[in-house]
């Protein structure tokens, strides 16, 4: 099988080297020459640091423009997700499909998910990464029996696949399938329900108004639901918008994205007050995004908001249940501050390459052994410690991602 292609990237000259872009992205202009130069810099630094500066990194892909280029989020985003990129899981078996209860579903939706491929992309080429794509969620979820599929799951999936490649997606997906997607993956909706309740709190405290409105319209929150758990992939046409996204939500809280939602509300304040107060006028105005956000400056918006009204203020004030990945996400990132020096992983690597090619029995992996990663030998994962929780997850398919967009608001409405 022909290996498949990276998303097609054309480079540009900064800071003396080369640097990618995407191959739709705008182009680089005198006037943010330096700027972006500036910027390559301190990722690099951070990059070089020994151990990375992790801090630096979120500060980065949060920050305007964001991580810049792929060849940048390659190396970054498994960092912001404390991947140990020098042990990374095999590419999935041939027989990760069998007997694999959510082997049909997730087929059906990566064969009609060819809209969220980079445009211009050759079929064959298409093909193939589809391929990697259901192997790579049916190899996440066959290691993690506590998680359920859900229509959106390889939304995300496709996004981490096309930046980072098959291995390093393995591990991307397994960790935010734990951590910052944990809740979407339960068996029922209620933990997705309760993230999507943080929305109406942010809009009352910012415009009463706006809030009142779409209160009498009874128009709920069911709008971003695809928003919500798809990172917005499933809803954006423009790759580099999604990317930019996926960047700033890899460097943030997980809940971050329904500050988005409602910063996105806010920005459309005039539209929503301008439509008939009428559950499914207004439904529809919302849940069609527009194309031409400006996202750098709803994302500056998104950190304000969340810095002032965090979500344990608001879970105070609406009596709102604290879902796992929020309860979790304190750990999680203070996990991916200590992470291991580069140059003692390299080290690890390379005396556990020795070690095998000497062909001695019994010895345990270096890495395995003295950093205790969440991927050991013979491809077998190790359930991540962090949780604590009671295996008291049933199985359930999460299917209404996929048809958000399609239903009608009363039918959508009485889901909730």
Known sequence: MKKPRRHKIKKTNAGGGNVKENGNGPPVTRENESWKNRKLVDIHQALNSDPVDVEA????????????????????????????????????ARDVRE?????????????????????????????????????????????????????????????????????????????LSNHHLRD???????????????????LERVDTELHHFMVRAEVGTIFALSWLITWYGHVLTEFRHTLRLYDFFLASHPIMPIYLAATIVLYREK????????????????????????????????????????????????????????????????STLHQRPDSVLRRQREAQSTRRASGRPGLQPALQRDVGPMWGQGRRMVKMAVWGLSATLGAAVFAVAQTAMDWGPEALLQLF
């Open 57 to 92: 990194l979120r500060r980065a892909a949060s920050s305007e423009g964001g991580l810049l280029a792929d060849d940048l989020r390659r190396r970054v985003w498994p960092k912001l997700l404390n991947i140990n990129v020098y042990d990374l899981p095999y590419k999935p």
């Open 99 to 175: 007997n694999h209860k959510d082997y049909n579903q997730v087929l059906m939706d990566v064969r009609r998910s060819t809209k969220r491929f980079p445009k211009g992309m050759p079929a064959t080429e298409r093909a193939v990464l589809q391929e990697q794509l259901i192997d790579l969620m049916l190899e996440v979820l066959k290691n993690n029996s506590q998680l359920h599929y859900y229509q959106g799951y390889h939304d995300v999936g496709v996004t981490i696949l096309l930046v980072v490649g098959i291995r390093p997606a393995v591990a991307m997906l397994h960790t």
């Open 184 to 202: 979407f993956m339960d068996p029922t909706m209620d933990s997705t329900k309760h993230i999507l309740n943080y929305l109406m709190p942010i």
């Open 271 to 334: 539209e929503v007050k301008q439509t008939e107060c009428d559950m499914a006028m207004v439904h529809h105005l919302l849940s069609r995004i527009p194309q031409d956000l400006p996202y750098e400056l709803l994302i500056g918006r998104s950190k304000a908001l969340f810095d002032q009204y965090p979500p344990s203020l608001l879970a105070r004030q609406a009596a709102l249940q604290s879902g796992l990945c929020i309860s979790t996400f304190q750990s999680f990132q203070l």
